[in-house]
């Protein structure tokens, strides 16, 4: 793993949300990795690569959360947002008090300002 950031990782498990925030956050210039609809193929994602910041659905079906991944985030010091359709209590949203937070569904002048914050400079640990 090089020592750059590379991309925004996006992990969403349903399919059609996950196209559609892939393709804009490319169509803002940015590269994405995944998405990845699973912890076991987003944690694999960051074993060879660190991305810039990363956009995570909590709830990724079958009972799994991203909370792994947020975690691993959080260790490697990459900006981080939860995006999903519960509200701000949430378990996994307190755990990360670091984390932006933002609601499903979300405008694209939303999407284009979550990712103005997670990619600022000083937005980087």
């Known amino acids: 793993m090089g020592?750059?950031?590379?991309?925004?990782?996006i992990v969403e498990d349903q399919w059609l949300l996950a196209r559609e925030l892939s393709a804009?956050?490319?169509d803002e210039g940015l590269q994405t990795l995944g998405p990845c609809k699973d912890v076991e193929s987003a944690l694999n994602v960051l074993k060879s690569t660190r991305p810039?910041?990363?956009?995570?659905d909590i709830n990724l079906g079958s009972g799994g959360t991203s909370e792994p991944i947020a975690e691993e985030l959080s260790l490697l010091g990459v900006p981080?947002?939860?995006?999903?359709?519960?509200?701000?209590?949430?378990p996994v949203v307190?755990?990360?008090p670091q984390a932006r937070y933002a609601?499903?569904?979300?405008?694209?002048?939303?999407?284009r300002q979550l990712l103005s914050d997670l990619t600022r400079k000083d937005a980087q640990h």
């Open 94 to 96: 307190r755990k990360f």
């Open 52 to 56: 810039q910041a990363a956009i995570l």
């Open 103 to 111: 609601s499903k569904p979300m405008s694209l002048y939303q999407l």
């Open 3 to 9: 020592g750059g950031r590379e991309g925004i990782l």
């Open 80 to 90: 981080f947002a939860f995006l999903t359709a519960y509200n701000d209590d949430n």
């Open 24 to 26: 804009s956050v490319n």
